[in-house]
């Protein structure tokens, strides 16, 4: 099997033809064909549709790790290149919605300044969205919402938000400034889907007050629950970074009174190590978030970001 092989795999997945790869690649489509001819050869399966130029079954199962081998190739040159100097490379980063409003701007700046070789392409998507992302090799690292459990990554806490209940002015909740979680049971909320960290840590702080909260619908999404709530839709249970200050509405935020707070960080791979770009991506991430965090309302830094394999503790500081 050659690097050459899984090259022209992930080209054609991404140009949808062998002429397209062939283009991309600065080759001829002959060289192409023969690459994929003799890895299929290799493998004994079908890897491409030549009538339709889309991946098999089997394709897909082959590009996934090629696509993680070819970081991987890519990340010791950039590595290597980089010893003694500025780290150069490429750090693909997924993000969180909320913390990616006011974190990226000033991050992007301060990598341009520090770090000019270091290229940063930022994936957002929800926590549930991006882990798996993660384990895969398709992304380096994530800015996630804890408490992970999988001891085959490495996580540093970053900052902690409290959590607050927003809702139209026309819902009946919006009289209120405090409510009880006990007092939540008794309305239908937008809520996280089961199984998710931030739902986890909502509903064992129901159960330890003897309740459980109705679900008006399961959204994963933080930035769209909260979009729904501004269109009117229902109240919904969100951190505080989902509600940018400047932002004017028909709507009310509400303290949850004994509510713990969300904690957000960064997530890694333990093995392979990631490269010095993603290194130096994480330590600006850090240095950016000391600085700015204490300017977003309802957001609170550790003086020094606490670091586990995996994440066992509680998801409260």
């Known amino acids: 099997m050659e690097i050459k092989q899984l090259q022209s795999l992930v080209a054609i997945s991404e140009h949808g033809s062998f002429s397209g790869a062939a283009k991309a690649l600065d080759t001829v489509q002959s060289n192409v064909s023969a690459h994929i001819g003799r890895l299929e050869k290799e493998l004994g399966s079908v890897l491409i549709e030549r009538s339709t130029g889309l991946l098999t079954d089997e394709g897909e199962l082959v590009l996934a790790r090629a696509r993680r081998i070819l970081h991987e190739v890519e990340d010791i040159d950039a590595d290597i290149h980089s010893l003694g100097s500025s780290p150069t490379g490429e750090c693909r980063l997924g993000t969180i919605g909320t913390t990616a409003r006011w974190l990226m701007p000033s991050l992007l700046g301060s990598l341009a300044r520090n770090h000019p070789g270091v290229h940063t392409t930022i994936i957002e998507g929800s926590t549930s969205s991006l882990l798996p992302r993660i384990r895969s090799g398709e992304i380096d690292a994530a800015i996630v919402h804890l408490p992970i459990v999988d001891t085959d990554l490495d996580v540093t806490e970053l900052f902690a938000e409290q959590l607050f209940v927003i809702a139209p002015t026309s819902h009946v909740l919006a009289q209120h400034t405090s409510v009880s979680i006990e007092e939540l049971a008794d309305h239908p909320l937008l809520l996280a889907p089961r199984g998710t960290a931030s739902r986890r840590i909502i509903d064992k702080a129901a159960a330890s007050k003897g309740c459980t909260l109705q679900s008006q619908a399961e ?99």
């Open 219 to 317: 959204i994963d999404g933080v930035r769209l629950m909260a979009s729904l709530v501004y269109e009117g839709f229902g109240a919904a249970i969100v951190p505080a970074s989902a509600i940018p200050g400047w932002l004017q509405g028909d709507f009310v935020r509400i303290t949850v009174r004994d509510l713990p707070q969300r904690v957000v960080g960064w997530v890694q791979r333990a093995r392979p190590r990631p490269n010095r770009a993603t290194l130096a991506v994480r330590d600006r991430a850090i240095s950016v978030i000391d600085r700015h965090a204490p300017n977003q309302p309802g957001i609170t830094v550790n003086s020094a970001p606490k670091s586990s394999k995996g994440t066992r503790g509680s998801s409260v500081v």
